[in-house]
């Protein structure tokens, strides 16, 4: 392939032989809202290109809007922070331990409402030194859809351990169906739907995507609630047949339909972005003041990392 377009994942570090990496946006969602990418993911995505003992020797980074490219350039160019603080989570042991001291103290608690029990530990705990607790509002967005299933509370707190978007309401109703089944006792079945028809536009190829996210979390539930083998070979056939159907349409994709607009995703991330950040330093970056010329622009794509 002469071009590659890829999440922020690709910083991760991928063994490519690539020349150039473009950044189409230095904004992402966290989850929960619109962020800058951090210096470390910066430079951890600008050193994909260039290689030594490769073609490209040298890489070249640049931006897709050259209001990016100052932040780029600082990143790229300064040092990175030291990490500050590291999260901290709870097991289903000390969970346990905190129901069974909370019902000692406090007799009319509810421990059956994990959701509850997410809030009231997030509040009472005192996290001492350089940590925080992490991942607690996806963990209590699950436990808040698990509340009225009657599960005990180790089978709920591994549910809301379910590395999912809470955001993705596929996603998460097959969490909510597979509990459902694990409350009766039953067997939970793959109720992934596959398009039967080849896909015709990127937009298709999304819901492939959706679909290979589906077939991975029935896999991960199934591995931490084994019971029905059958189920589960099924859901790694579709897996493969899924993978297979998005591979065989990205070797053509000449014909497919491109309807989603990167340069105004952008925008709304931007827009999204300005609209909550309270930091003045990182507004400045992108205020009318420091707009490119379109004379600047030619000389941008110049950068060398």
């Known amino acids: 392939y002469h071009v590659l377009v890829a999440s922020d994942a690709i910083g991760m570090g991928l063994n490519l032989n690539i020349r150039r990496i473009i950044f189409n946006t230095v904004f992402k969602s966290d989850g929960e ?20 003992n490769s073609p490209y020797p040298e890489g070249l980074v640049t931006c897709r ?21 590291a999260g901290l989570m709870p097991t289903s042991g000390h969970m346990q331990l905190f129901v069974e001291a909370l019902s000692k103290h406090t ?3 509810d421990t059956s409402d994990i959701h509850a029990i997410f809030k009231q530990f997030n509040e009472m705990a005192r996290v001492q030194g350089d940590y925080f607790l992490c991942r607690q509002k996806q963990m209590q967005a699950i436990a808040s859809m698990l509340k009225v299933i009657p599960l005990d509370l180790s089978s709920k707190y591994t549910l809301s351990m379910c590395p999912v978007n809470t955001s993705d309401t596929r996603a998460m109703d097959a969490i909510k169906r597979f509990a459902i089944k694990l409350a009766l006792g039953e067997a939970a079945g ?17 819901l492939l995507c959706d679909c290979h996210h ?15 083998t059958v189920e589960q070979q099924t859901a790694q056939r579709l897996k493969l047949h899924v993978i297979q159907l998005i591979n ?23 827009r999204a972005w300005e609209s909550t950040s309270r930091d003045e330093n990182h507004v400045s970056l992108y205020n009318s003041e420091t707009t490119t010329t379109p004379k600047d ?9």
């Not at 991975?216 to 019971?227: A, D, I, Q, R, V």
């Not at 349409?249 to 995703?265: G, K, Q, S």
Request: proline share 6%; with cysteine; net charge positive.
């Open 248 to 270: 065989t349409r990205l070797i053509n994709t000449d014909d497919l339909r491109h309807e989603h607009n990167y340069v105004d995703r952008d925008a709304r991330l931007r």
């Open 65 to 85: 809007d050259p209001r990016d490219l100052e932040y780029v350039r600082n990143c790229i160019n300064g040092i990175v922070p030291s990490i500050s603080k």
């Open 107 to 109: 007799p009319d608690a």
């Open 190 to 206: 793959v109720k992934v739907r596959i398009p039967s028809t080849r896909p015709k536009s990127f937009d298709d190829l999304t």
């Open 297 to 305: 622009v030619a000389s941008t794509y110049e950068m060398v990392a």
């Open 214 to 228: 589906e077939l991975e979390l029935f896999l991960w539930l199934t591995n931490k609630f084994p019971g029905n």
């Open 33 to 52: 809202k619109i962020i800058l990418l951090n210096p470390s993911a910066v430079k951890q995505i600008a050193g994909r290109a260039g290689r030594r």
